[in-house]
């Protein structure tokens, strides 16, 4: 599986940018894509992910309300949706799936694969 992100930029505090994961090299539905972020000298975080087939949607606390995740399954494709972004949201934003069905979205250690990273400034 290779996933690829597009989409981060530099913004000002307020603005929006739309992420996408476009996956590859799969094809069958992966259960779950999830969006985690990493901030300079931080640990990598969970932010949004998103479960095949039930389209459950799950948000860390911080983004609920802002953010929207949401699949195209005919382009293969996850999107992250930012609006009303904050200088706290910098960070690099990685995708990620699960190829095997997993209960926990949440953690690193719960995907199988991730993409390269994309990187989301937001200037005050």
């Known amino acids: 599986v290779q996933l690829v992100e597009s989409g981060g930029g530099l913004v000002q505090a307020g603005d929006s940018l739309r992420l996408s994961c476009e996956a590859s090299?799969?094809?069958?539905?992966?259960?779950?894509t999830g969006w985690f972020r990493q901030a300079p000298a931080k640990e990598r975080e969970f932010v949004a992910a998103i479960r095949w087939p039930s389209g459950s949607v799950y948000y860390t606390d911080s983004v609920k309300g802002r953010f929207t995740i949401s699949e195209d399954s005919a382009k293969n494709t996850v999107y992250l949706q930012m609006n009303s972004l904050q200088v706290e949201d910098t960070a690099v934003y990685y995708c990620?799936?699960?190829?095997?069905?997993?209960?926990?979205?949440?953690?690193?250690?719960?995907?199988?694969?991730w993409g390269q990273g994309t990187q989301v400034t937001v200037s005050s």
């Open positions: 990620a799936v699960q190829v095997v069905w997993r209960s926990v979205v949440s953690i690193t250690g719960a995907y199988d694969y």
């Open positions: 090299g799969r094809t069958f539905a992966n259960y779950v």
